[in-house]
């Protein structure tokens, strides 16, 4: 499958932004979700996720009650609303999916449990 995210940009703290991850080739309702961050030099880090059967969802801590994390299976696609957002949460921002192995309720947060990765998207906040 392959991942393409978009709506990354620029804006003010306090603001937000929606994020969106499309796949081709496959269906995403098949497929484990999440959302990961990355700053340079920095590892790549959960955000959020849900389990292959789409019944739960799991944040870091740091963007709990602020993300939300959701799927659209009409249009394919997984979302991550973003809001009040702090200078801190200034990263690239990856979607990724895990095929349908393992546990269907599980919320893997490893990035190493997903296998296969989009192209990443800036989203920077200014204080």
């Known amino acids: 499958v392959q991942l393409q995210a978009s709506g990354g940009g620029m804006v003010q703290a306090g603001g937000s932004v929606r994020l969106s991850c499309e796949a081709s080739?496959?269906?995403?309702?098949?497929?484990?979700m999440g959302w990961f961050r990355q700053t340079p030099g920095m590892e790549r880090d959960f955000v959020a996720a849900f389990s292959w059967s789409g019944t739960n969802s799991f944040y870091a801590d740091s963007v709990k009650g602020r993300f939300t994390i959701s799927r659209d299976n009409t249009n394919n696609l997984v979302s991550l609303q973003m809001n009040n957002l702090k200078p801190e949460d200034t990263a690239v921002y990856f979607c990724?999916?895990?095929?349908?192995?393992?546990?269907?309720?599980?919320?893997?947060?490893?990035?190493?449990?997903?296998?296969?990765w989009g192209q990443g998207t800036q989203v920077t906040v200014s204080s």
């Open positions: 080739g496959r269906t995403l309702s098949n497929y484990a």
């Open positions: 990724a999916a895990r095929g349908t192995y393992g546990s269907s309720s599980y919320v893997y947060t490893g990035r190493r449990n997903y296998d296969y």
